[in-house]
């Protein structure tokens, strides 16, 4: 025989081993799924390691609260009465709150009380961003519409006279460690 041509013992070998090859194919047994998962995963690591570039530290995420004082805003609307436009505003409003009145926002500046046409109105002094001041005649009142708290700017620091509300949003931070 030559080395060319395989003996018959081999070609039978070969056709049985075909056989099983086809016969198990289609189905994949705990065996082979393990053999082709650390296959795959032994592939992944060299790999992972061989395109590696330089270590990085860990960081760590810090949370940490913030204490941040907002103007307290609301919002306001327009009614008519005897004639003449008040605008609507809570009852607790105060010096120092902001109102959204047609899609503006004012601050408070002054509140006070004054005789217009024989009649003792209530006239709030509101500065706009502009930093134009306006007189405007008020009415208290709560009423669905002007009682939500908004999110209002953000107060000063070392401002303790300027009412307001105190959140405290949490901040994420990152240290390393």
Known sequence: ???AEPSPSTEIAVARSYLRFEQHRGCMNRRHFCSAVFFAGAIAVTAKDASAGPVRRAHRRVRRRIRVRRRIRRHSF???VWNRPFWVVPVAMAVGWELVHTGRVVIVKEIKVVEKSGTKVEVATVQGADGKSEQVEITREDSPANATNLEGSVI??????TPGIEGDPEVDEEVES
Do not use: K, L, V
């Open 156 to 161: 000063a620091g070392d401002d303790q006279e």
């Open 78 to 80: 327009t009614r008519i």
């Open 1 to 3: 025989m030559s080395n």
